[in-house]
């Protein structure tokens, strides 16, 4: 069964860069689609970014993080990372990765442990 773990997050100011990256234990173009995911204290769980690991890398992004965040993949590695840039307090957040067939929360089969990322101002 795939397993994915996050790489340690960790804190930032405001307008800094974190780069997250998610390693899987088998082939990722197994899976049709890796995402990050976000949970603020209180918050539902939201998508941050998707990649379609078949079609050319396609991406998703979430209005909120598009051109600040970009997902990107390295099947030969098996990872997936999330480069973050500009940094707002509102990204603080623990962030997933996951694996599934669908781009959505519920179409998500596989989920890392996740990581903490914080923003400070």
């Known amino acids: 069964q795939l397993q994915l773990e996050e790489s340690e997050g960790g804190s930032a100011q405001v307008g800094g860069s974190l780069r997250l990256t998610c390693a899987a234990t088998e082939d990722i173009t197994k899976n049709k689609v890796m995402g990050w995911f976000r949970q603020a204290p209180g918050k539902k769980r939201e998508a941050v970014a998707y990649?379609?690991?078949?079609?050319?890398?396609?991406?998703y992004y979430d209005a909120s993080v598009r051109g600040r965040l970009t997902i990107s993949q390295d099947n030969a590695k098996n990872l997936i990372y999330l480069q973050m840039n500009n940094l707002r307090p509102e990204d603080s957040a623990t962030y997933y990765c996951?694996?599934?067939?669908?781009?959505?929360?519920?179409?998500?089969?596989?989920w890392g442990q996740g990581t903490q990322v914080t923003v400070s101002s």
């Open positions: 990649i379609y690991t078949h079609h050319g890398g396609s991406e």
């Open positions: 996951a694996a599934g067939i669908v781009a959505s929360l519920d179409g998500m089969d596989y």
